[in-house]
């Protein structure tokens, strides 16, 4: 099982739909980075997070250490936001470990 | 300001030959990581730069794998006698200090294809 599940590993939604990736970890961390990464490969980092919720432009991350989840919500998705988002985990002993990643493609 | 650059940007190579891929971090930036992520895989991290010392190596697969970083700026990973399955696209980022208390900005990646 890995230490860091995503889902899902597919989404599809119509522009201007309220999108939620979720994140679930099983290892003790110190930090949670969302990530994403274009078609073209480049990624860029979208927040690091400890606690509560971060909020930046359209898109809202907000983690629950008690349940070692945290969730990336995209408000009013737009074509544009196709990418793979990616959730990361800085463990006790300072690793950053991968989810797999979800595949999102929004449609006009 | 510039980002994390890297390079080259592809590199095509026989079974066997040596490669060297470059990073330049962003400038100050004094923690600098290594990544790897193979076709229809997840990020995989290789090693992390604190200043010029590497407190942490244990993701480098083999020990065909070697990175060095001169100057706390510049780093190269090294990749000798490469195998088909090193084909992956590498990532370098940097990040002001490391690596629990800094975002990390990711450079473009190395696209490394082995024959």
């Known amino acids: 099982k890995n230490e860091v599940e995503q889902s899902p590993q597919n989404l599809t939604a119509q522009e201007g739909e309220f999108i939620t990736i979720n994140c679930s970890y099983s290892?003790?961390?110190?930090?949670l980075h969302w990530l994403q990464q274009h078609p073209g490969g480049g990624i860029v980092s979208l927040f690091m997070?400890?606690?509560g919720k971060k909020k930046h432009g359209r898109l809202i991350a907000t983690i629950n250490i008690q349940e070692k989840h945290s969730s990336l919500h995209i408000t009013a998705s737009h074509p544009r936001d196709s990418a793979v988002y990616i959730c990361?985990?800085?463990?006790?002993?300072?690793?950053?470990?991968f989810g797999t990643g979800t595949r999102l493609q929004v449609f006009p | 300001g510039a980002g994390v650059s890297q390079s080259p940007s592809n590199k095509v190579t026989e079974k066997g030959k040596d490669v060297e891929l470059r990073c330049d971090p962003i400038?100050?930036?004094?923690?600098l990581y290594w990544y790897r992520q193979s076709l229809g895989q997840g990020l995989e991290f290789l090693i992390y730069?604190?200043?010029?010392?590497?407190?942490?190596k244990s993701g480098l697969p083999s020990d065909r794998f070697s990175a060095e970083r001169t100057g706390g700026s510049v780093s190269t990973l090294t990749i000798q006698r490469t195998q088909q399955e090193d084909s992956a696209v590498y990532l370098c980022?940097?990040?002001?200090?490391?690596?629990?208390?800094?975002?990390?900005?990711f450079g473009p990646g190395t696209r490394l294809t082995v024959l």
């Open positions: 980022a940097s990040s002001l200090v490391g690596p629990s208390y800094n975002e990390q900005f």
């Open positions: 290892v003790g961390i110190s930090a």
């Open positions: 997070l400890s606690s």
């Open positions: 990361a985990v800085r463990s006790s002993a300072d690793k950053l470990i």
């Open positions: 400038s100050g930036h004094t923690a």
């Open positions: 730069f604190q200043g010029n010392s590497a407190p942490d």
